[in-house]
């Protein structure tokens, strides 16, 4: 997996020389920005300060361990994926570490490819939820201006009607008044064709957006003929 996207990665383990060379490879490896804590009260001051994407975590450390930092992260509503590291596995800290949403384990003595291949999958898996999400809200967006574009809708028709009304009645000594009448009705025409654009966005949340290809340009609005 490419790694471009510069995912901030918290690894928190006990043991130095472990940290060091952990931090060593994923920084040669990958272009992920790579935070460091030998304990878990570091891990915290870090998480409350920085917007980590994903935490590799010791699961036996002394006071804040991996399982107490998981469910710091579940507390905090966080959406932080984890990784438990550990060389005790049991039973019983498996269903802990599951119950509070540990993304995957890595057991201890483990190949730093492994590690690496672990870590590539969990930000993979970020992506797609990031990508999910902004769908999503996108989604949500586009319907309620669709609904709001059709409000908007129906009172321009009312006012074009009501303008049209005015130009076929007017006499002709009066052509200024008509002038302005006319330049009234075609902007609410651009207004309307405005709209018309606004709700093609619905059509478009189908398909990956590109900044190259803007949904919506006001600027290529013209009346209607």
Do not use: C, W
């Amino acid at each position: 997996m490419e790694n471009s996207k510069n995912e901030k990665i918290l690894v928190v383990e006990d043991e130095e020389y472990q940290l060091k060379s952990l931090k060593i490879f994923l920084k040669n490896e990958t272009k992920y920005k790579i935070f460091t804590a030998g304990n878990g009260k570091e891990a915290i001051e870090i998480i409350n300060s920085k917007d980590i994407d994903l935490i590799l975590t010791d699961l036996k450390m002394p006071g804040i361990g991996g399982i107490e930092l998981s469910e710091y992260v579940r507390n905090k509503s966080l959406d932080i994926p984890v990784i438990a590291m550990t060389a005790f596995v049991s039973l019983n800290s498996a269903i802990d570490a599951l119950k509070l949403g540990v993304y995957d384990y890595l057991i201890k003595p483990y190949e730093l490819d492994m590690v690496l291949i672990v870590i590539n999958r969990a930000i993979e898996r970020i992506r797609l939820t990031k990508k999910a999400n902004e769908s999503q809200k996108l989604s949500v967006i586009t319907e309620a201006a669709v609904t709001l574009s059709h409000e908007i809708n129906n009172l321009l028709a009312g006012i074009m009607g009501n303008l049209e009304l005015l130009l076929h009645d007017f006499p002709d000594d009066k052509e200024k008044v008509k002038k302005e009448m006319k330049i009234a009705l075609e902007h609410s025409q651009k207004i309307a064709e405005v709209v018309r654009k606004f709700q093609e966005v619905n059509k478009s949340v189908k398909t990956e957006y590109s900044s190259k290809h803007p949904i919506l340009d006001l600027s290529e609005a013209s009346p209607s003929k």
